[in-house]
Nanobody, 122 residues
Framework: QVQLVESGGGPVHSGGSLRLSCVAS????????????MGWYRQAPGKQRELVAT???????NLADSVKARFTISRDSAKTTVYLQMNALKPEDTAVYYC????????????WGQGTQVTVSS
C-alpha cells in the first residue's frame, strides 16, 4: 500500500500564503516509478469534496478555475512528493485539503492522505 502524509496546513489571514506538502511512501519496490498522477482535493464543511489541482508524472497540471490564478501545484524530481503553493488566500479557501495519488501496482489504485486543515480568516 501507499501512504500519503500531508503537512503545511494551519490558520492564515486573508491574503496570506501557505504551502502544502504531501509525501508518498510504502514498502513497494521502485515506488517512484509506479506513482502516477498526484493532486489535491478539498472539502469544506457541508460541501462535497472538490478537485483543487492535479499534476501528472510529466508535469502537466490542471487547476480548478477558482484557484488557477492563485495556486501552483508542483512535484519533486523523484515523483513522490507533491506541493501546493497557495497565495492570496480567501476565507472561501477554508477546508480540509486532501492529497491524492494514483499508482499502478497489481492494477490501478487510488490513495488518499488523512487531510490537513486550512483556515483562512478575514
Amino acid at each position: 500500500q501507499v501512504q500519503l502524509v500531508e503537512s503545511g496546513g494551519g490558520p492564515v489571514h486573508s491574503g496570506g500564503s501557505l504551502r502544502l506538502s504531501c509525501v508518498a511512501s510504502g514498502r513497494i519496490t521502485n515506488l517512484n516509478d509506479k506513482i502516477g498522477d498526484m493532486g489535491w482535493y478539498r472539502q469544506a464543511p457541508g460541501k462535497q469534496r472538490e478537485l483543487v489541482a492535479t499534476i501528472s508524472r510529466g508535469g502537466t497540471t490542471n487547476l480548478a478555475d477558482s484557484v488557477k490564478a492563485r495556486f501552483t501545484i508542483s512535484r519533486d524530481s523523484a515523483k513522490t512528493t507533491v506541493y501546493l503553493q497557495m497565495n492570496a488566500l480567501k476565507p472561501e479557501d477554508t477546508a480540509v485539503y486532501y492529497c491524492n495519488a494514483r499508482a499502478r501496482l497489481n492494477g490501478d489504485y487510488e490513495f488518499w492522505g488523512q487531510g490537513t486543515q486550512v483556515t483562512v480568516s478575514s
